[in-house]
């Protein structure tokens, strides 16, 4: 495994932030699943390029940001975080593949804004 999992979920906020979507692949799998609040967001990592782009469209000026990181003892391969965007906050569960890469992502809306 190359590096910790919270560097590279720090890795992946910069990168989305930056609008650095076609460099996605160094810290995702190819065939990665993102759901929120169980529907599937995105089943791949070019699924993955539009999404967080038409992201950045919508919601030019929203950054994500990381407030909180536990790594899951028990499964190395688990990461869990808490994440800001705008005004929401998402509880997510990383899980990663024997390289390093974040296979899935399940999100989760805690916190939705008002506007």
Not at 81 to 89: K, L, M, Q, V, Y
Not at 91 to 101: A, E, H, L, R
Request: charged share 30%.
């Amino acid at each position: 495994m190359t590096g910790s999992h919270k560097e590279k979920i720090e890795q992946f906020v910069q990168m989305v932030n930056n609008r650095d979507v076609n460099h996605l692949d160094n810290v995702l799998d190819n065939n990665v699943e993102k759901k929120e609040n169980s529907k599937t967001i995105y089943s791949n990592l070019q699924e993955a390029r539009e999404f967080y782009s038409i992201e950045h469209e919508t919601f030019p000026k929203s950054q994500f940001k990381s407030i909180e990181f536990k790594e899951d003892d028990s499964n190395k391969n688990t990461a869990h975080a808490t994440i800001t965007f705008g005004n929401n906050i998402h509880n997510i569960t990383y899980i990663f593949n024997s390289d390093g890469k974040i296979q899935n992502i399940d999100s989760h809306l805690e916190q939705k804004s008002e506007e």
